[in-house]
């Protein structure tokens, strides 16, 4: 009777724990996100093997040698060749086995590594930027000429490649069910490939902390059944009107806490890069020394130059960004 309750006990408390894994990890929607987890489980079932026999043996050893046993009492031991031998080649074995699987995988799921099919073959896939804002996430279709805030939309099946900056402090891009997350850093461009393999809704988030507003940096990321959803949403879109220019981006950039979703039928072409460069040119007129009229810089300092002149009233916003980065 004790035991078929302890056992009904120990299943519900499994069945709460792993409830916990729902949406998360190791519940993924994609094939990055699948491998992610294989990988995790084969690590985590290795290291079980160490850690499992010594919290056996340390209990064990705890009840067998209590006080009023009569154990045999041995004070001069001092080495056994068959306790060294397994203490040593178990571990090392397991060290070999998970740095070959993980130095393996780490390679095959390089987040800059686009994704290929079981050929070898690299897929096409489409682009979305992506930039951090406080305390917000600005998402630009540039094939397609729209923007949203806060909601992501791409097809199933489809790898998507993201182009990632900030223009305000570090975030982490991070959609755990499709896989991993990489950082969002001012000045920057980090990529990331993804693909979901199964039609749905996943949270997407920052993974850093970023500020007063962080708890309200989050997204949907939808994966469309067809491509003909994706491109009915792409359509109501574009139908909102609303332009994404630099003075409207501006606006935008401004700090806001639980930001809406918004958005921008049309985006200004190359808003994605102007704001990267934005900051390589502070970086530009501090680090080879040219001035503020551009004397004495090379071919990529002048770019950054000519992409600041481009987009002159976000100037403001650069130097109110990186004021805010350095507090």
Request: glycine share 8%; aromatic share 10%; net charge negative.
């Amino acid at each position: 009777m004790f035991i078929r309750s302890l056992s009904k006990f120990a299943l519900a408390a499994l069945a709460l724990v792993l409830s916990g894994c729902e949406g998360g990890v190791l519940d993924p929607k994609g094939h990055v996100g699948v491998q992610e987890k294989e990988l995790i489980i084969i690590a985590t079932v290795l290291m079980l093997l160490v850690v499992i026999p010594v919290i056996f043996m340390t209990l064990y050893f705890a009840w067998k040698y209590r006080e009023g046993r009569d154990e045999v009492y041995m004070p001069n031991w001092a080495h056994s060749t068959k306790i060294e031998s397994v203490v040593w080649t178990i571990p090392i074995i397991i060290v070999i086995i998970l740095g070959t699987i993980t130095w393996k995988t780490t390679h095959e799921l390089d987040p800059y590594k686009p994704l290929e099919d079981a050929n070898g073959t690299q897929l096409d896939h489409m682009v979305v930027e992506v930039v951090s804002l406080n305390w917000k996430w600005l998402f630009i279709y540039p094939e397609q000429g729209i923007a949203t805030v806060n909601e992501l939309v791409f097809p199933k099946d489809v790898p998507v490649q993201f182009k990632i900056t900030s223009d305000s402090t570090m975030n982490s891009f991070f959609i755990p069910q499709l896989g991993s997350q990489i950082y969002s850093m001012a000045g920057m461009e980090t990529k990331l490939h993804l693909i979901a393999n199964h039609a749905g809704t996943y949270d997407g988030f920052s993974a850093n902390y970023s500020g007063a507003g962080f708890t309200g940096m989050k997204f949907k990321a939808i994966a469309t059944e067809t491509d003909a959803d994706f491109n009915s949403w792409v359509a109501k879109v574009k139908s909102s009107g609303t332009p994404l220019n630099p003075h409207s981006y501006e606006k935008l950039a401004e700090e806001s806490e639980n930001h809406p979703v918004e958005y921008f039928g049309t985006v200004t072409d190359g808003l994605f890069h102007q704001i990267v460069m934005k900051y390589m040119q502070h970086y530009n007129d501090w680090g080879k020394g040219g001035n503020k009229h551009g004397e004495g810089m090379e071919h990529g300092e002048h770019n950054g130059a000519k992409a600041s002149e481009e987009m002159p009233q976000m100037h403001h916003s650069a130097d109110h960004a990186a004021a805010h980065g350095e507090a």
